[in-house]
């Protein structure tokens, strides 16, 4: 069992970087493949990114050069960092992660484990 929390949401100004953090429980973090999802207001969740157990990282084509993610996996964290924030950034963000680690899930049901998501808020 893998339980993810996130924190790093908030609200900011258009041009502005944040830095979304994700901590998980359990001793098999760094097996796991890690993504990030979204979900902005009267839309459905999607893909933003995924790394796997060894760092590979693989991007939605919309947020591909502003968004970066990454892991630490002495810490069981996985960080999304944010730059160059736009108001269609604007979303609950949430972490998941997959027993398929050495591939790129991309798909919301190629993940086990979900967070309960930080809401980030970028005004215009």
């Known amino acids: 069992q893998v339980q993810l929390v996130e924190s790093g949401g908030g609200l900011v100004q258009a041009g502005a970087s944040l830095r979304l953090s994700c901590a998980a429980s359990g001793r098999t973090f760094s097996s796991y493949a890690m993504g990030w999802f979204r979900q902005a207001p009267g839309k459905e969740r999607e893909f933003v990114a995924t790394i796997t157990w060894s760092g590979s990282t693989y991007y939605a084509d919309s947020v591909k050069g502003r968004l970066t993610i990454s892991r630490d996996n002495a810490k069981n964290t996985v960080y999304l960092q944010m730059n160059s924030l736009k108001p269609e950034d604007t979303a609950v963000y949430y972490c998941?992660?997959?027993?398929?680690?050495?591939?790129?899930?991309?798909?919301?049901?190629?993940?086990?484990?979900w967070g309960q998501g930080t809401q980030v808020t970028v005004s215009s």
């Open positions: 998941a992660a997959s027993r398929y680690g050495s591939t790129w899930p991309t798909q919301e049901q190629e993940f086990h484990y």
